[in-house]
């Protein structure tokens, strides 16, 4: 397959008249797409709901898209979960599935009546130390142990991994949760990050299911919902194949109607969280070249850094990057590569490149630069190292408009949490004001 932007590039130019680089930019028609696929592939469970992976991307303008269409949150902290509160979630829309768990997030969570998902038995006595009563509704997160494999090989390593329980502390979980009064239980797991595989839902579908059967007629509880959790990936690659939802959801459907529906257990409901999947694709980091460096290898220096994507500094991880050009030069965009380029951002360590040996059209100062599927695990994981401060969001409108969604951070912003002391913080505020007024960010 090809990378292709999904904004144009005079839309980009556009759009860069009225918000300066960098930013990253989303496109609403693509999520709604994806959503009705989503929906349509699991559309044979009646209980069916995505929680969206509030982690991916926590823009409430972006949640309250999947929200039209009866999304729920899943939240790892109570940031997280004010996050659901202010949209108006509570209760069975939002679930809290986090691991080390401070005592105020499960506070925050009772309040909230949301689903908590134990991630370990011992969480159980604490969470009714500093929350109160467990709810209704529960859930229990699994955690296999040794390695997690498809046909095609080895995809991740759960023994290795510090989320989830044992079956036999699942058993003891469950039965602990029903003497303190819950009624309805739910079973979760995560086994494999990002996988690009039609079969994977399908393959963890079975285990959980079959597990789901055991649990059930071992401890008497009755199971309401089986999580499948993330995990279904997007093509960073050009030359990868995307996933297949409907593919995916009728493999989970196989799966149900041969393991629960035998078992008496057909009504159970399916639950996802695919951060990654709903909002990955839909996203990228507009930036702009603004140094060439030339010395033992060549260097396009952009206005972006790390601070905005970590991922290929954290990781090694690949993001496409598309060149589309500038104003009154020629569309980029389809042009054939002709030059290898290291693409770096400004930070003081040397893995702040957002690509390495990059094969890319010849790149000229003023060049827009698309960074593709950054729409998960983008400005999400941003930080402030060397002072940077965090870039604006944009939405790109299902009309052809654009609006901010998040402005961006200025140096009052950086210095806010140093008011504790008033005399250094009264003297960095009046400097960013009167920077801010010359018009540097």
Known sequence: MTKTPFVTKDQLVSICEHFPTPFHLYDEAGIRRNMEAVR?????????????????NPNPALMSILGEYGCGLDCSSATELMLAEALGMRGD???????????????LAAKLDAIVNFDDISHIPFYRHVAGPVPKTVSCRFNPGGLFQLANGIMDNPGDSKYGMTEEQLIEAYRMLSEAG???????????????TDEYYPALARILFALAVRL???TGVHIGFINLSGGVGIPYRPDERANDI?????GVRRGFEELLVPAGMGDVAIFTEMGRFMMGPYGCLVTRAIHEKRIYKDYIGVDANACDLIRPAM?????????????????????????????????????DKFARDRALPEVEIGDLLVIHDTGAHGYSMGYNYNGRLRSAEVLLCEDGGCRLIRRAETPSDYFATLDVQADVHARLEHIAR???ARGVR
Not at 328 to 349: F, H, I, M, Q
């Open 40 to 56: 349509d592939a699991f559309a044979w469970n009646p209980g069916f709901r995505e929680y969206f992976a509030v982690k991916a």
């Open 93 to 107: 829309k939002v679930m809290l599935s986090a691991n080390d768990v401070p005592s105020e997030d499960f506070r």
């Open 182 to 196: 819950a009624e309805t239980f739910g079973l979760h797991a995560f086994l494999a990050s990002n996988t690009v």
């Open 216 to 218: 059930e007629r071992e």
């Open 246 to 250: 409907h593919a995916i959801g009728e």
């Open 315 to 351: 990781y090694g991880a690949y993001h496409h990057i598309t060149v589309m050009g500038q104003a009154n030069g020629p569309d980029k965009s389809g042009s054939p590569a002709v030059r290898t380029y290291d693409v770096t951002g400004n930070l003081c360590e040397n893995n």
């Open 434 to 436: 009167g920077e801010a």
